[in-house]
């Protein structure tokens, strides 16, 4: 599941690679910087078996700059050169990481407010996860995973695909990842969801819940006959509009000016 934008090097050559401790570990991320004076900031998450370096993020992160918008992609422990081991990943670890990002970058006096998420799959539950703790003004998901059993529950093969990219035991999806976090969802608000009617890893009915759930003002796009990784390029491109359009309208002086 791993992902790479053609723009990752030029992106590098504005910004900065930081390292920051979450826990006991080490992680290492970049943060994207427009020129812009305290730029509001967007974190990233990545999936359970993907990384920092996610098209989806280098390329969302690219075009922010645009609007003067920075971006924080980094890689969870136990991915890209972070410190500790995808096996003792959980729900919490990811969660813990996400907060700490958060908290180093708001010690920083060269960035201004507010915050966004941005998260796909495990990263979109991690968003969730850390909502009450960061309270961003914009969260985009891609793909929500709010019930980690539902990974347990596909079709065999799909099942047998991911045990074997992953190389881990279905023991760590049915123990590590058990989780729900439906009773979270109602006091967020100011989301954006997104999701393929024919994902067949998170299935599409999850996405519907967060919308369902979620408090207003909210919005949702199914994308008719896309999967999990959102790989059509029709689709890709509908997303990256769509998320530049929201974190632009929520996040900017203009937003801010007029209290959205």
């Known amino acids: 599941m791993q992902e790479t934008s053609q723009n ?5 050559k504005q ?3 930081l390292r920051f401790t979450s826990g ?3 992680l ?3 943060l994207h910087l427009p020129d812009a004076k305290n730029p509001p900031i967007v974190i990233g998450s990545h999936g359970l078996l993907s990384d920092a370096d996610s098209a989806k993020q280098v390329d969302l992160a690219r075009q922010l700059l645009a609007c003067g918008v920075g971006f924080f992609r980094f890689h969870h422990r136990g991915s890209g050169d972070s410190e500790g081991s995808l096996g003792e990943t959980s729900l919490d670890t990811r969660v813990e990481d996400m907060v700490a990002a958060w908290e180093m970058l708001s010690q920083r006096k060269d960035l201004g407010r507010p915050f966004g998420l941005f998260g796909s799959s495990m990263g979109a539950a991690t968003c969730i996860g850390a909502w009450s703790a960061i309270r961003p003004a914009a969260t985009f998901l891609v793909a929500p995973l709010i019930k980690g059993r539902v990974l347990t529950q596909q079709d065999p093969a799909d099942m047998a695909a991911i045990l074997e990219e992953s190389g881990l035991p279905e023991s760590f999806f049915t123990e590590n990842l058990n989780f729900d976090l439906t009773e979270r969802i109602p006091a967020i608000r100011n989301v954006f969801v997104v999701h393929g009617t024919e994902d067949r890893v998170v299935p599409v009915e999850e996405g519907h819940m967060v919308y369902e759930l979620a408090a207003e003002p909210k919005r949702f796009i199914a ?3 896309g999967d999990h990784r959102i790989s059509h390029p029709g689709h890709q491109k509908i997303l990256l509009k769509r ?3 929201f974190f632009e309208e929520k996040l900017t002086l203009k937003a801010r000016t007029c209290g959205m």
Do not use: C, K, Y
Request: proline share 0%; no cysteine; aromatic share 20%.
């Open 15 to 17: 910004g900065e690679a």
């Open 223 to 225: 994308f008719e006959g």
């Open 8 to 12: 990752q090097t030029a992106d590098q």
């Open 24 to 26: 006991t570990f080490s």
């Open 243 to 245: 998320a530049f359009d």
């Open 28 to 30: 290492s991320g970049f």
